[in-house]
């Protein structure tokens, strides 16, 4: 999935599914002695989601409260097998009455691209809100996703729904660039955009996303930028992209940062992100089995301040998450609390999982 790029170098890790038990050991020293923070619990009954065997993921979630139904609603990656052979992955549905108990699955809600389209090989990492300011009754769930050519690029569409099931790519007359659903391509010296996180305030779109480009000495700069739209389909990044850098957060948990998959709210008074680093040393090679979560808060969306020490880390000593952690996560306020869901991996499975904490701590 793209939030499952090997620490961005373009390596998609649906392939990390199937041989997750090869490669994936948390039995580190820096794990047993890393320090959290923000008072999250682990919810007793995880994993969550599990999804068939033959689906091999459920990870890349997005979660939203939907007053019309009564239920959280969450939108997840999974796999399924392409058309044209090999995996290839795709976006599935669950529904919740808590938040807890998931049920009502599908998948392949949203088709790939056609046959050279820029999302002919995998569609994944969507994010989806509920528009109640849009008119048009056909349009009232939105979606923004990561979309995979052949040559492995990622690139961000934009696809809409009258229910959150059905839904349908932006049409290519509408499209910056003349192609069905993209709305974020490429620009000069990138190499991926990713892992979409919008929502809509005071009447603008506003989107956090992945990004990686390469600079002049050949390494990969990696960090999370950010643009505003006034209709979801258009958008003009901010001049300082990215706005959060690997400079910028803690080498003692992230090294060099590699902040990632970000997932933004707004609380009522200011943005709270949470979002995926690398864990381990800096002069250790990056593994993307290794991930913590981290916490930052923003007035603007652009100046953000964060924890010096991660929300949530990994537990080798759980079952559920035995042999790894993988990036892509999603939060929802529920009610008093605030609900986490994140990916981890046990018996070659990557399955959700949930951690809680009351309002008002980070």
């Not at 349009?139 to 990561?146: I, L, T, V």
């Not at 948990?253 to 040393?281: S, T």
Request: aromatic content about 12%.
């Amino acid at each position: 999935m793209s939030r499952f790029i090997n620490h961005r170098n373009c390596v998609c890790l649906i392939f990390f599914a199937l041989v997750i038990a090869a490669v994936c050991s948390l039995a580190v020293p820096l794990l047993a002695q890393l320090q959290v923070a923000g008072g999250w619990v682990r919810y007793e009954k995880n994993p969550v989601l599990v999804v068939p065997s033959e689906r091999a993921v459920a990870a890349d979630p997005t979660v939203i409260f939907d007053p019309s139904q009564n239920r959280y609603r969450m939108w997840f990656g999974h796999i399924a097998r392409h058309p044209r052979g090999g995996p290839s992955a795709r976006i599935g549905y669950a529904d919740s009455p808590d938040g807890l108990r998931w049920e009502n699955l599908r998948f392949e809600v949203v088709p790939i691209g056609g046959k050279m389209a820029w999302d002919e090989r995998h569609v994944e990492a969507p994010h989806v809100i509920l528009d109640r300011e849009e008119r048009d009754p056909n349009k009232r769930y939105k979606m923004w996703y990561s979309g995979l050519t052949g040559k492995r690029t990622y690139r961000i569409g934009y696809a809409t729904s009258p229910d959150g099931l059905a839904w349908r790519k932006l049409p290519p007359n509408q499209s910056p660039y003349q192609k069905e659903g993209l709305v974020l391509d490429l620009q000069q010296g990138e190499v991926a955009v990713s892992d979409p996180s919008v929502l809509k305030r005071d009447g603008t779109y506003h989107l956090w996303f992945t990004m990686m480009k390469a600079k002049a000495d050949g390494t990969l700069e990696r960090g999370i930028g950010y643009a505003t739209s006034s209709d979801g389909a258009g958008w003009a990044r901010h001049p300082k992209n990215p706005v959060i850098s690997g400079s910028d957060w803690d080498a003692r948990w992230g090294a060099e940062g590699w902040p990632g998959a970000p997932y933004v709210l707004w609380n009522g008074r200011f943005y709270e992100m949470w979002y995926n680093a690398g864990l381990y040393p800096i002069q250790t090679k990056a593994d993307p089995a290794k991930q913590a979560i981290g916490y930052a808060t923003s007035e603007d969306g652009v100046s953000w301040r964060k924890l010096n020490l991660p929300i949530l880390a990994p537990q080798a000593s759980r079952p559920s998450e035995s042999q790894a952690w993988v990036p892509g996560i999603a939060v929802v306020y529920n009610y008093s609390r605030t609900f986490l869901y994140y990916p981890a991996v046990a018996k070659d499975q990557v399955s959700l999982h949930l951690a809680i904490k009351q309002r008002g701590n980070p």
